[in-house]
């Protein structure tokens, strides 16, 4: 379950039940749903995307 920030307070509704998240200092962990949630709607912070692994040279070594 990935945590977040939460930087607004927001409401969250699963089934019947509705469950307010109120603004945190620290990260609380939470739902899959619940997180893309507050990502789209600005609610707390984009997980900072991972630097992608450099691609491999095409050009031929120098050891050659």
């Known amino acids: ?3 977040i920030k939460i930087t607004k307070a927001f409401n969250f509704r ?12 620290k ?3 939470v ?7 507050a990502w789209a709607h600005d609610f707390a912070a984009k997980p900072k995307a991972e630097k992608p692994a ?3 040279s095409t050009e031929p070594s ?3």
């Open 62 to 64: 120098a050891a050659n």
């Open 27 to 29: 990260p609380v962990e």
């Open 31 to 37: 739902s899959q749903d619940v997180a893309e949630h």
């Open 1 to 3: 379950m990935p945590e």
């Open 14 to 25: 699963e089934g019947a039940a509705v469950k307010h998240y109120s603004k945190s200092e």
């Open 54 to 56: 450099p691609a491999a």
